[in-house]
């Protein structure tokens, strides 16, 4: 479009210069913010909240304690923000599979599928699994976990029963729970045994159990 | 039966007399030891490793310090003798449900169904599994928590599998990993959502789940 004298299109180009000289400063920040809790979800996975400092935080990002207080308050609100940003994940995650355009039960385990592949490969994820575990150590409390995967669950299982897809004689909110329940057992003694490296496997042998017993028979 | 001067039953009423005079103060020790052991497991399951110490743990049985480092050489001492407590108990729980002369399924079950009261009302068992959550904090390393679980259902699986009564497609070891994950995730989350409060339904939906998993259909 040709820059014309137009008053709108000219207010419209005042503003945009304006913002673009204040965003890149809030970009800066949110990226900065971005890398410190990427840094801070890597040491409380691997060495947990207790053994973790804002120090370490700091230097593992290579910047000042006092940058890092800049952006959270203190230890504690770096953990619930990791843990935030792991239950973050899991409604766009839902929105992707719905763009997928599954049957119901196809959902359900590309849903689960592309879970285990977080808790898998994705540091946050690993990082607010290991602070849930150790959340009576922090002062603030965390989110709630699991009720939001069981409330996620709850309405595609009723949709997959719906469709004759999975056995209609238990209620879909009990079959939610034991999925949820099974999930994380999995993820959690593949953790313990074996630093999740067989996490894949273990879910395999999950999904398998999981959907003979959701088939009706 | 009569007492005679016959020089064997002497001999044995002689060492008897010893053991009653050694035997008490053993008997005292081994008491006593149980006793911290109790105390020390309702802190932990209460308030966590952290936040127990060992003047806690003497408060609460009535005794000095300096009497339960009599016991015990520290507080990981302590956690792991109830860490060792608990495992303790599953082969002992075992040979119980062996003498019941069931089916293997119905060991299985049974096994089981008496696993799931204990998490929900034996202290050292709720204890422990708090510990092993916990086990990044304590520097003496616990001993390895689910593989003997899935040692001792794996030949009850395979046996299950000979009398027909559980699925033959997949290995006795894979089923035996799935139950236990499931297991353990039931308790979790039952644990961190309702203090085991629905412990009792949440294990019957879990149990239902998979008894039709494991079932030949």
Redesign the interface.
Known sequence: MKNTTHPAITRTARTATVEQLVEPKQERAVRTRAHILKAAAELFAD??Y??TSIADVAKRVGMTKGAVYFHFKDKDDIAIAVVEANYQRWPALLDEVKDLDLDPLGMIGELLDRTARAFRDDIVVQAATRL???R??IKTSLP????GWIDRLTPLLTQAQEAGQVRAD?APD??A??L???????Q??SD??HGRADLSE?WA??R???L??LAP?
């Open positions: 060495q947990g207790q053994r849930q575990a150790e009576s150590l709630q976990p699991y009720q238990v009990a079959l729970r034991v949820v329940s099974t999930f994380f057992g999995m959690h003694v313990v045994l273990r042998e999950v398998a159990f999981a003979y017993a028979h």
